[in-house]
């Protein structure tokens, strides 16, 4: 077992700078969002977002032009508005932050009760505050030698899981002595995490009165060339939303896939949930719906506002009467649990 106190000892010359050893670091990884929803910070937060070749691939002389000069002079003002509606004003940040926070307070809780104080947890945002290399640095200036990064990602897609990744590898470049270090895989799949959702499903449908006639699952978008070039992100989903669909013993009837998010001229992966839900109503009949969106481990503003605010009205524009939203797994015990025991896994032959 390593010494969590010890140094960099045997052998030492003189000036050589003490260092910390003996630890394992989990850091847990998220999208990131703006440090508030004036213009400057929005723009700063979409551009670092909007400039990643993971999320947009065109070429940097025929985007950025583009970026920096028409979307940056009208998209911070637009999307700051829908900040601002779900911005927890108390304590002045995102809720995406505040629930990545209360997150990481209980895995760590859960860490430390399995491996005492040899385990250090803390998260990082992929765009925007707190960085991943300011993450990392602190990780190895606590002793740190091995890291566990996780990003919070249930389904692997270049845009998410490995831009994150990409992000944490560029930030071990710069450290002088890199601790050993994994990442965690997609985990659509993994049954806790299944059972997590299906919980939070019954817990939703046994408060209403009547129960919804069938559940919208509804994933963030990406464009369908992403798709064609080889992205698996597409049947992560399909394959998630199924598990999910067996788990529940549900038919095709009461659960569908669909897409949300969608961002310039591209054709993006279908069908969108904003018309989806639309003709539920309209088409089918539907009266009453529910929307759950497991591509997102915390509620966020395309949650809390695109879904609950927009596609809800989309829904009740065309007559449907009654639309309800089933949060993100955010802190939920089965979450926790869950996202625990998928890191103590990929621990094993470190710790436990
Ligand atoms: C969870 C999976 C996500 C995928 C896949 C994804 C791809 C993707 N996103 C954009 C453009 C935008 N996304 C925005 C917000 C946003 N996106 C995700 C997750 C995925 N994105 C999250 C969790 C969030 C919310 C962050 C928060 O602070 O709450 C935004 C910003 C919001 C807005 O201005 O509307 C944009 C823009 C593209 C182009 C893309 C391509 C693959
Ligand atoms: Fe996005
Ligand atoms: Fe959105």
Known sequence: MPDANATHSDHQPANHPKVARGKTGVLLANLGTPDAYTYWPMRRYLSQFLSDK?????????????????????????????????????????????????????????????FGDQIMVDFCMRYG?????????AMVAAGCERVLFFPLYPQYGGATTATANDEFFRAMMKEKWQPAVRTVPAYYDDAGYIEALAQSIEQAYGALEAKPEILVVSYHGMPVRYLEEGDPYHCHC??????????????DTQIITTFQSQFGPEEWLQPYTVEEVARLAREDGKKRIAVIAPAFSADCIETLEEINEEIKESFEDAGG??????????????HILALSNIIKNNLKGWLG
């Open 238 to 251: 399909q394959k998630n939303t199924r598990l999910l669909k067996e788990r529940m013993g549900w038919d």
């Open 54 to 114: 993971r999320v947009i691939d065109y070429p940097s002389w025929k985007w950025q032009p583009i970026l920096q000069g028409i979307i940056l002079s009208k998209r911070p003002f637009s999307s700051g508005k829908a900040y601002e509606s779900i911005w927890n004003h108390d304590i002045g940040e995102s809720p995406l932050l505040t629930i990545t926070k209360n997150q990481t307070a209980k895995i760590a809780d859960t860490m430390n009760e399995a």
């Open 129 to 137: 505050n707190p960085s991943t290399e300011s993450k990392v640095r």
């Open 321 to 334: 009467e009654e639309f309800t939203y089933i949060p993100c797994l955010n802190d939920d015990d089965a």
